[in-house]
């Protein structure tokens, strides 16, 4: 037998166990930093697969990796766990673990006779918190040579590049009054925040339009009848490169500069989440991915599309070759509907779970037996900027 219909194989037997993970994790859904559930139950199925488990990864309590092996290059498949607030597993995090975990299973009985060695890295909090940011800060990746980890979506795309996202308050300081009685002590603030507003509305008029800068008043005074001595605004800026975000981010700083100086308020700047990378797929990983998938059956996988969103995902593919290919769950579904959490429990959901574990098993075997393959994608991540 061939070794990918072995680790095939293995997957397909550890089937039951898979899917009561998916649903253990599905069912119990958990905010970003407070998976708890999520973490256990993986260690724990990973600590009797004979993986040296360490929790608590970057100080971060629902952050763990699991090894086996020491050899390198080292594959590391991505588990995320988050759900999102009143809609449960909206986003199928808990699809993503259990393929991450169900491609390990996979792989693990046969490593010895490979070139390489494995880790399940569990990663909290993508939809707000940064996990990712915060574990690459940290060096997880020093000793990591390639990412992986599917996405549930409603359609079967192999790349996908995402906008790199900077994350702005801007906090005006001016004075407080009586509105009615003694306006002219005051400074009102709310005004500086909204020149802000009308000088990035002028500002979108020319800016491309791949650039997006999106924002609310976070703070707008307490009281009509106060002069606002403190307003501000919250912003997530967008550009499909750190380079023309670094651009945008620059003019932003300006026009709220300017209004804290035409109405005479003091001007406070910091940057609320972490920033997110764009993602940059490694094209020949998720080819080799992608080869995979059709062996195992699939035909109709879209090759390539722009997504206007942001994930930390993008910033592990700045470090190593990274894949974030997307997987149907429901033809036509979209993320963060009452719709995509039932399919992240469904049938069809747990069966593209599995099918994620195959082809990235099956990836990471083409690059521990195919050393030229792995010298290519590791000279196409060394030539992107
Ligand atoms: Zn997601």
Redesign the pocket.
């Known amino acids: 037998m061939e070794l990918k219909e072995k680790v095939s194989k293995k997957i397909h037997s550890s089937k039951g166990l898979l899917e009561e993970v998916a649903l253990k994790i599905g069912n119990n859904p958990e905010m970003g930093f407070n998976e708890y559930i999520a973490c256990n139950t993986l260690i724990q199925v990973l600590d009797n697969a004979g993986f040296k488990v360490e929790s608590g990864l970057a100080n971060l309590q629902t952050a763990f990796r699991a090894d086996l092996g020491k050899k390198r290059p080292r594959a590391t498949f991505i588990c995320?766990y988050d759900a999102l607030p009143n809609l449960g597993h909206a986003?199928?995090?808990n699809l993503?673990a259990t393929a991450s975990l169900g491609a390990a299973l996979g792989i693990a009985p046969f490593l010895k006779e490979l070139a390489g060695s494995i880790s399940v890295l569990g990663t909290p909090a993508?939809?707000t918190g940064g996990g990712k940011v915060i574990l690459v800060n940290d060096g997880v990746f020093n000793d990591m040579d390639l990412a992986l980890m599917f996405?549930p979506a409603g359609q079967n795309l192999l790349m996908c590049s995402t906008n790199a996202l900077d994350a702005y308050e801007f906090i005006f300081i001016g004075k407080t009054a009586h509105a009615a009685t003694a306006p002219e002590e005051g400074i009102n603030a709310l005004d500086s925040v909204i020149q802000l507003f009308n000088g990035i509305n002028a500002l979108k008029g020319r800016l491309n339009k791949e650039v997006s800068v999106q924002g609310i008043i976070s703070e707008g005074g307490d009281a009509p009848n106060i002069v606002p001595g403190r307003a501000s605004a919250r912003f997530y800026l967008r550009a499909p490169s750190r380079v023309q975000l670094d651009k945008v981010v620059d003019d932003v700083i300006k026009i709220a500069k300017g209004s804290a100086l035409m109405t005479g308020t003091r001007l406070r700047i910091n940057q609320f989440e972490y920033s997110n990378e764009n993602f940059v797929p490694n094209k020949t990983l998720s080819l080799a991915f992608g080869a995979n998938l059709q062996r195992l059956g699939v035909e109709d996988i879209q090759e390539f599309e722009v997504d206007k969103g942001s994930?930390d995902m993008g910033n592990i593919s700045k470090i190593v070759p990274s894949i974030h290919p997307y997987l149907s769950i429901g033809q036509g579904l979209t993320?963060h509907t009452k719709e995509f959490a039932e399919a992240s429990l469904s049938e069809e959901g747990l069966k593209t779970a599995i099918l994620a574990a195959e082809a990235m098993a099956h990836t990471v075997v083409d690059m521990f037996t195919n050393p030229n393959l792995y010298k290519a994608v590791k000279s196409e991540h060394e030539s992107h900027d």
């Open positions: 995320e986003c199928g995090h993503i993508e939809e996405h994930t993320a």
